[in-house]
T-cell receptor
Framework: AQSVTQPDIHITVSEGASLELRCNYS??????LFWYVQSPGQGLQLLLK??????LVQGIKGFEAEFKRSQSSFNLRKPSVHWSDAAEYFC???????????FGTGTRLTIIP | DSGVTQTPKHLITATGQRVTLRCSPR?????VYWYQQSLDQGLQFLIQ???????AKGNILERFSAQQFPDLHSELNLSSLELGDSALYFC??????????FGQGTRLTVV
């Protein structure tokens, strides 16, 4: 069965500092990996996705993630965070395409001035 | 705006009651997914429909059911509601080559 682990429940970062959110997955075949962001009272917005090819993927809002098969990881990074990045971030793994996404428990990001 | 519309946005109902949540997918998307987000269970996949047919099933209770209509909108029916069913219910839709786009969710409170 597929699973996703986000080991950090809550991260606090100063505005302008770099960010890395961790995600480890377990999946028997080639994974389809996603990062979603959820702002308070909002739905889930896709930041980026990995299906195949280049293991470093670029997303919206200046985010990027790197797929490392040997470490079963798909960590999300941003070189300089903005106050508007404060939100909850979810890593997800899926089977072919988008079927039956399994989400991690999420990482809440707080930005301090 | 993801293009996925969910109604209602908020719903408060009593235990034992039945409610229906509605989802209109993005234009042209054949797949509709339902997810439940709660504090103790996190985001869980409930069920997927593809062009009117059930495609995949997750941790959906027997008290819950869903369907997708010919116009591709979907409804999630929750019956014999319990306090623990209070959660945010998301609908998402996708086409063959795109990721899932999520609606804003319906917040269900059972009192």
């Amino acid at each position: 069965a597929q699973s996703v682990t986000q080991p950090d429940i809550h991260i606090t970062v100063s505005e302008g500092a770099s960010l890395e959110l961790r995600c480890n997955y377990s999946y028997g075949a080639t994974p389809y990996l996603f990062w979603y962001v959820q702002s308070p009272g909002q739905g889930l917005q896709l930041l980026l996705k990995y299906f195949s090819g280049d293991t470093l993927v670029q997303g919206i809002k200046g985010f990027e993630a790197e797929f490392k098969r040997s470490q079963s990881s798909f960590n999300l990074r941003k070189p300089s965070v903005h106050w508007s990045d404060a939100a909850e971030y979810f890593c997800a793994v899926g089977a072919w395409g988008n079927e039956k996404l399994t989400f991690g428990t999420g990482t809440r990001l707080t930005i301090i001035p | 705006d993801s293009g996925v519309t969910q109604t209602p946005k908020h719903l408060i109902t009593a235990t034992g009651q039945r409610v229906t949540l509605r989802c209109s997918p993005r234009s042209g998307d054949l797949s509709v997914y339902w997810y439940q987000q709660s504090l103790d269970q996190g985001l869980q996949f409930l069920i997927q429909y593809y062009n009117g047919e059930e495609r995949a099933k997750g941790n959906i209770l027997e008290r819950f059911s869903a369907q997708q209509f010919p116009d591709l909108h979907s409804e999630l029916n929750l019956s014999s509601l319990e306090l623990g069913d209070s959660a945010l219910y998301f609908c998402a839709s996708s086409s063959r080559d795109t990721e899932a786009f999520f609606g804003q969710g319906t917040r269900l409170t059972v009192v």
